[in-house]
């Protein structure tokens, strides 16, 4: 079956514009999951839904990142003023339910702020 | 403060020979314990897990040890294979014990496998 999927798979922003990130989650999945991939470091967790809701949004950074699940299925992750240092890969995971423990992952989208 | 710590940067390995990968971690929370494998241009693809209740799983040519009192898992490949060299996370959560279910990472090992 179909994996989850991530659009774009590139993304190159000017300082200080807005981005839209998208995500599909596998077919039937309760639970999405936002990550941050900076160079040389391990994904980071930024947000968690459970249908449409957010159950966990501790790891945003700041009030520039915000992430809506509207109708408990795609997700996207929007960045209002994007700074340089917004650039890393953010990778998007789905879980079957909240006791499902295997999170599979998108393959990310690369953003580019110059 | 890294919780999940990864301190071997890269390995590199003989075809057939076994590769083995640590991971240490800080908080004692953690009760759910993930290894991850990351080719480039991907996204992490789920290898093997184990819960704290385990001391260690096994999945074909890969093995997860826990040691809870040193705060320390490993990952065995073995026989390891070419197609093994990608980038290894090694994750964790404190989901079973009412925590969330957010993964913690550790920066990764890449491993090659020579042949």
């Known amino acids: 079956g179909a994996g989850v999927s991530q659009t774009p798979s590139n993304k190159v922003t000017e300082k200080g514009k807005y981005v839209e990130l998208r995500c599909d989650p596998i077919?039937?999945?309760?639970?999405l999951y936002w990550y941050r991939q900076s160079l040389g470091q391990g994904p980071e967790f930024l947000i968690y839904?459970?249908?449409?809701?957010?159950?966990?949004d501790s790891g945003l950074p700041n009030d520039r990142f915000f992430a809506v699940r509207p109708e408990g299925s795609v997700s996207t992750l929007k960045i209002q003023r994007t700074e340089r240092g917004d650039s890393a890969v953010y990778l998007c995971?789905?879980?079957?339910?909240?006791?499902?423990?295997?999170?599979?992952f998108g393959p990310g989208t690369r953003l580019t702020v110059l | 403060d890294q919780q999940v710590k990864q301190n071997s940067p890269s390995l590199s390995v003989q075809e057939g020979r076994i590769s083995i990968l640590n991971c240490d971690y800080t908080?004692?929370?953690?009760?759910?314990f993930l290894w991850y494998k990351k080719y480039p241009a991907e996204g992490p693809t789920f290898l093997i897990s184990?819960?704290?209740?385990?001391d260690k799983n096994e999945d074909g040519r890969f093995t997860v040890f826990l040691n809870k009192s040193a705060k320390h898992l490993s990952l065995h490949i073995v026989p390891s294979q070419p197609g093994d060299s990608a980038v290894y996370f090694c994750a964790a959560s404190d989901y079973y014990q009412g925590g969330s279910e957010k993964l913690v990472f550790g920066k990764g090992t890449k491993l090659t496998v020579n042949p």
């Open positions: 995971a789905s879980s079957l339910s909240v006791e499902s423990d295997t999170q599979y």
């Open positions: 908080n004692s929370m953690f009760d759910y």
């Open positions: 839904f459970q249908g449409t809701g957010a159950a966990d």
């Open positions: 184990i819960s704290s209740i385990k």
């Open positions: 077919s039937g999945h309760t639970a």
